[in-house]
C-alpha cells in the first residue's frame, strides 16, 4: 500500500497562507471531480464546522460540510470567525494517516495521539465519512497538477524518500543526545498498582480457602 | 474443519478491506435504527450493501446483514424494510434478535438464512431451541458469557452453528437488555441502536485531567498519558464503599486468538471479530491476524502466530473474558 510520506509536512509548512489558501481552492475542486461519493456523503450530513489544528505547522484547517455543501478551508487567523462544532488537533502525519484510513483513530484516541474536542456527534460522523472512502493525500495533491501529475508525482516521491532518510537521521541523533531526558518512571503509579493488584490476589485466596474449607468440610460430612 | 472468520464492516471501504485481508465473511448493517451500531456516517444504504455483497461473492466470501435491534412499538417498518433490502442485495444471511422481525423474515423470505444474534442474549439450550425451532434459525451468536467448556456443552445439544466473539469490546453481560445507557441519555440502546450515542458524549479538560461524560453524567476521568476510553455506562469509574473502580467493566478489550484450538475442539463454526464502529485500518489489522492464525491452526501449527493487538485492543488491554473465568 503507498503511503503519503513526510513531504506533505515539509511542503505545508513551508507555504505562505495565500498559496495554501488558493491549493485548498484547486484541492477542493480536485476532490469533487475524483471523490464525488465522498463530497455527497458529507454535504449530506448534519450541517457542521470543524476545525483541524496540526500542531507542528503553522496553518489552522476548517472543513465545512452539510446542508448539501462540503468545503474545505485554510484558516486566516487563530480563533477568528464563528465557533466551530468540534476541534481536531494532532501531528499533521498522524492527521494524515488518519484521513488516509491508515490507523485506528479510536486506537489513536485511547492512547491521546489525538485530541478532540467539541460535538463528539460531529468527530464521529467526519471520521465515518472519510473512512469511506479511499484517500491518498499524494495522489490528491498531485491531481492539482493536471496534465503535470505524473512528473509532479514522481519529484515528489524522490524527495519523499530524502526526506523521510534525513528525519529518520535527525531522530537518531536527537535520541542519542537527549537519552538523560527519558521520562521517569512513575514508581509511585506502579506502587499503587501492585498494592492493588496484590490487594485482589489476597482477596481471591481467601475466596478459594473458603471454597475449600466448605469443600473438605462436605466431603468429610464435618459441619 | 477450518473455523470461519467472520468480520466486521461499518462502511464499503471496511467490507472491501476485511475481504483484502482475508475474512471469510463480513457482517455489516443500514444506515437506520435497525442495527446496534447507528452511528452518524456509518453503515449501507440499500446500494451500498449490493455493492458489498457482489465485491464479497466475486472472490468466494459471504456477507451478513445485521438487523439486531428491537422495533419500537407501532413501528416496524423500518425493521421489515431492512429484512426486504437484505434480501434484495441477496446477502447471505441476516442477523436478527427479536421474535417480530425473526417471524417477518421466516414468513416473507423463508430462504433466506436467519442467525440469531448476540442481542438476543440466549445463552442457554431450552432457549436457542425455541428459537431453532420456531424461526429456523441456522447459527446462534452466543453471548460474551460462557467458558469454553460450557460452550462445548452446548455444541453437543443445540444441532445448529454457533458463533463466538474472538476479538472487540467486552459487554456488559446482558445483552439485549442493557438499559444503562437510555438511564442517562433517554434514548434506547436496543431501539435506536447506539450505546451511549455520539451526540451526548463530551470530552473536557479539567485541570491535569480529562473527563469523558455522556449527558450531563461523568462517567470517568483519565489523567494524561493515560489511556482514554469510549465513555459507556458499564466502562465508568464509580465510588462505592468509599472506593472507586470499574464496577461494571473495565475498558479492556476481549481477544482469544491464543486459544483458538480450544474454541476449535468445543466444535464452535466461526469467530466473530466485534467492531463495525472501529476503522477500516482496525479491520484490516484484526482480520489479518486471525487470518494468519486459523491458517496456522489448520497447519497444525496452533498458537505459533505473535498476538500484535495491543494497539487497536480498547485500553491498549486484552482478556481472554469468560472463555477462562472461574467466576461462573
Keep these: ?223 | 474443519m477450518s473455523l470461519e472468520l467472520v468480520c466486521p464492516a461499518g462502511t464499503p471501504a471496511a467490507l472491501r478491506a476485511a475481504v483484502d485481508a482475508g475474512a471469510d465473511t463480513v457482517y455489516c448493517g443500514f444506515r437506520d435504527c435497525t442495527n446496534a451500531r447507528n452511528y452518524p456516517g456509518l453503515n449501507f444504504d440499500p446500494d451500498e450493501m449490493a455493492e458489498g455483497v457482489a465485491y464479497a461473492h466475486r472472490f468466494g466470501r459471504k456477507v451478513l446483514a445485521a438487523v439486531n435491534t428491537f422495533p419500537r412499538a407501532g413501528d416496524a417498518r423500518p425493521w421489515h424494510d431492512a429484512i426486504d433490502n437484505a434480501a434484495r442485495a441477496n446477502v447471505d444471511a441476516v442477523i436478527l434478535a427479536d421474535i417480530g422481525v425473526l417471524d417477518y423474515a421466516a414468513t416473507k423470505h423463508p430462504e433466506l438464512r436467519r442467525h440469531l444474534s448476540v442481542q438476543a442474549s440466549a445463552s442457554n439450550e431450552l432457549s436457542i431451541a425455541y428459537y431453532r425451532d420456531r424461526f429456523d434459525i441456522r447459527r446462534v451468536v452466543l453471548p460474551r458469557v460462557l467458558s469454553v467448556e460450557q460452550v462445548a456443552a452446548l455444541v453437543r445439544r443445540i444441532g445448529i452453528e454457533t458463533e463466538v466473539f474472538a476479538f472487540g469490546s467486552v459487554g456488559p453481560m446482558s445483552e439485549g437488555r442493557c438499559f444503562l445507557s437510555s438511564y442517562i441519555t433517554g434514548l434506547s440502546p436496543t431501539s435506536e441502536g447506539a450505546c451511549a450515542p455520539a451526540s451526548h458524549v463530551s470530552y473536557k479538560e479539567d485541570g491535569p485531567e480529562t473527563l469523558s461524560r455522556l449527558g450531563e453524567v461523568t462517567l470517568n476521568r483519565f489523567s494524561h498519558g493515560e489511556p482514554a476510553a469510549y465513555p459507556t455506562p458499564c466502562k465508568g469509574r464509580y465510588v462505592t464503599h468509599g472506593r472507586t473502580s470499574y464496577l461494571f467493566e473495565e475498558p479492556i478489550a476481549l481477544n482469544a486468538i491464543d486459544i483458538l484450538a480450544d474454541l476449535q475442539a468445543a466444535g464452535v463454526t466461526a469467530l466473530k471479530i466485534e467492531g463495525r464502529q472501529r476503522s477500516r485500518a482496525y479491520v484490516t489489522e484484526v482480520v489479518g491476524s486471525f487470518r494468519q492464525a486459523i491458517d496456522a491452526l489448520d497447519r497444525g501449527q496452533g498458537g505459533a502466530v505473535e498476538n500484535t493487538l495491543a494497539s487497536v485492543a480498547e485500553g491498549q488491554r486484552q482478556t481472554h473474558g469468560a472463555y477462562t473465568k472461574g467466576w461462573r
Design chain 1, 1 to 223: 500500500m503507498q503511503r503519503s510520506r513526510p513531504l506533505a509536512a515539509a511542503t505545508l509548512s513551508l507555504i505562505p497562507s495565500p498559496v495554501l489558501a488558493r491549493l485548498t481552492v484547486l484541492l477542493n475542486r480536485a476532490m469533487r471531480r475524483r471523490h464525488p461519493r465522498l463530497v455527497a456523503n458529507f454535504a449530506r450530513l448534519d450541517p457542521a464546522v470543524v476545525h483541524v489544528f496540526p500542531s507542528d505547522l503553522p496553518h489552522r484547517f476548517a472543513i465545512e460540510f452539510g446542508g448539501g455543501k462540503m468545503d474545505v478551508r485554510v484558516l486566516r487567523e487563530t480563533g477568528a470567525g464563528a465557533a466551530p462544532d468540534a476541534e481536531i488537533r494532532g501531528n499533521l502525519m498522524a492527521l494524515i494517516d488518519l484521513l488516509e484510513g491508515r490507523i485506528d483513530g479510536d486506537a489513536m484516541f485511547f492512547s491521546r495521539e489525538i485530541e478532540i474536542t467539541g460535538s463528539t456527534a460531529v468527530i464521529v460522523a467526519v471520521r465515518n465519512t472519510l473512512d469511506r472512502e479511499e484517500i491518498l493525500i499524494s495522489d490528491e495533491i498531485a491531481a492539482i497538477f493536471g496534465p503535470l501529475e505524473r512528473p509532479a508525482r514522481r519529484i515528489a516521491l524522490r524527495v519523499d524518500t530524502a526526506i523521510s532518510r534525513a528525519r529518520a537521521r535527525i531522530a537518531a541523533i536527537h535520541a542519542r543526545l537527549h537519552e538523560a531526558d527519558a521520562p521517569a518512571r512513575d514508581l509511585s503509579a506502579e506502587t499503587d498498582a501492585l498494592r492493588a493488584e496484590v490487594k485482589a490476589l489476597k482477596t481471591r485466596l481467601a475466596k478459594l480457602d473458603v471454597r475449600q474449607t466448605r469443600a473438605d468440610s462436605a466431603a468429610t460430612g464435618a459441619p
